[in-house]
C-alpha cells in the first residue's frame, strides 16, 4: 500500500480524565503528548480533527473545587474558565511543533439545523485545506441542555459529538481515547478476568449490556456513550477505534489499520 493511499481524514477524541489529574489539575504531559503525536501525525500526511473534553473539569480545577459541579450555573461558569485554559494550553502545545489550531464550539441546534451544518462542514473543509487542526467542544456555556441530564439531547457528550463531528467532517476513521483499554466482555474494574474484545462489527443489545457504569468523577461518560458514538459512526460508513490515552503512541499503529484496543467496523458494500 503506498503512503497516498494510506492518508486519513482521523476524528481523534480525548476525555476529561486523559487531561486532568484525579485532583482536577491540568495533565499538562499528557496534553503535550497528546499535541506531538497529532502533529507528527498530521506530518505524515493525515488531517487531524480533535474533540476534546475537559472544559468544565479543566475550569473546575483552575477555581479550586473540590469536585465537579453539580448547578448548571456552576457548570457553565466553570465550562467558560476552563474552555479558555484549555484553548491556550492546545495553541502553546500544538504551536510548539508547527502546528495552528482553531476553536469550534458546537452546540445541539448547529447539527441539527441543515443550514448551520452546512456551513459547519464549510468550516472545517476550509480549515483543513489551511492545514489547520481544529479543537472541537462543545458550547457547554450556552448549551444548557448538552450538560443537564433531562430529555431532548441532540449532542449529550463528546463521545456522541464526536461521531457527528466525524460524519460532518466525512472523515475515514473516529478514535475515542479514554481511561480504558477498550470494550470487555464484562467491567475490567470489577471482574480481573474480563477479556478485551479486539473488534465489533455491530452494535447489538448483546453488546451494550457489556457497558458499564460512568467514567471518572470530573467526566460524564461511560462505555454506554462510547457505544453509541460507535452506532453512530459505523451508520455513517465510518470506523471507530476505542483504546487507551495512556497509549498515545498506539495512533500510529490505530492509523496503519493495525489491531489496538476495540475497533468497531462498519459494515462494508
Aim: charge should be neutral.
Amino acid at each position: 500500500m503506498n503512503e497516498l493511499k494510506r492518508m486519513q481524514r482521523i476524528v481523534i477524541k480525548v476525555g476529561t480524565s486523559s487531561l486532568t489529574r484525579p485532583d482536577g489539575s491540568r495533565n499538562l504531559r499528557n496534553m503535550d503528548l497528546l499535541a506531538r503525536t497529532l502533529s507528527d501525525l498530521k506530518g505524515m500526511g493525515h488531517e487531524i480533527i480533535l474533540v476534546s473534553s475537559g472544559a468544565i473539569g479543566m475550569g473546575a480545577g483552575k477555581l479550586g473545587l473540590a469536585a465537579r459541579p453539580t448547578q448548571l450555573r456552576m457548570k457553565q461558569a466553570a465550562a467558560a474558565v476552563g474552555q479558555c485554559e484549555m484553548m491556550h494550553l492546545y495553541d502553546k502545545f500544538f504551536g510548539e511543533y508547527g502546528q495552528t489550531v482553531a476553536q469550534v464550539l458546537l452546540t445541539g441546534e448547529d447539527v441539527v439545523d441543515p443550514h448551520r451544518r452546512a456551513h459547519l462542514s464549510g468550516t472545517f473543509s476550509a480549515l483543513l485545506g489551511l492545514g489547520v487542526i481544529p479543537v472541537v467542544n462543545e458550547n457547554d456555556s450556552v448549551s444548557a441542555a448538552e450538560i443537564e441530564t433531562g430529555e431532548h439531547k441532540v449532542l449529550g457528550d463528546n463521545d456522541t459529538l464526536s461521531a457527528v463531528v466525524a460524519g460532518l467532517c466525512r472523515a475515514d476513521l473516529l478514535i475515542l481515547l479514554s481511561d480504558i483499554d477498550g470494550l470487555y466482555d464484562s467491567d475490567p474494574r470489577q471482574n480481573p478476568e474480563a477479556k478485551l474484545i479486539s473488534r465489533v462489527t455491530g452494535v447489538t443489545d448483546e453488546i451494550y449490556e457489556m457497558a458499564g457504569g460512568a467514567g471518572s468523577k470530573w467526566g460524564t461518560g461511560g462505555m454506554r456513550t462510547k457505544l453509541d458514538a460507535a452506532k453512530t459512526a459505523n451508520r455513517l460508513g465510518i470506523d471507530m477505534v476505542l483504546t487507551n490515552s495512556n497509549r498515545m503512541d498506539a495512533l500510529y499503529d490505530i492509523a496503519e489499520g493495525k489491531s489496538v484496543g476495540t475497533r468497531f467496523a462498519a459494515p462494508r458494500a
